[in-house]
């Protein structure tokens, strides 16, 4: 019995596919960079385990973007817009 499909009609179908899928919008594209909790961290003054602690802990910080199973990432405007919000606020 002969197969439906060959490993090269596969690949051809497989190129052909990747070729015509529309390019997916970096989040980055609108300007908007994504920065590591390092980077964050860094911009905010504090330290990348602090922030990290806050974002685990549920305690008031930044919105956090998940990237995988361990990404995690930070808009640069939604820090500094966080970071105004408290000034403020106090």
């Known amino acids: 019995m002969r ?4 490993l090269d ?16 919008p970096s ?16 911009l905010l003054g504090i330290s990348p385990s602090t922030l990290a602690h806050w974002r685990s802990d549920g305690l008031p910080c930044p919105p956090a973007v998940r990237l995988g199973r361990r990404a995690i990432r930070y808009r ?12 403020r606020a106090s």
């Open 76 to 87: 640069r405007e939604a820090v500094l817009t966080w970071a105004a919000s408290l000034e």
């Open 3 to 6: 197969p439906i499909f060959t």
């Open 27 to 42: 989040p980055v594209a609108s300007g908007d960079e994504l920065l590591d909790t390092a980077a964050a961290a860094a």
């Open 9 to 24: 009609s596969i690949s051809a179908e497989l190129e052909r596919l990747v070729a015509s899928a529309p390019a997916s």
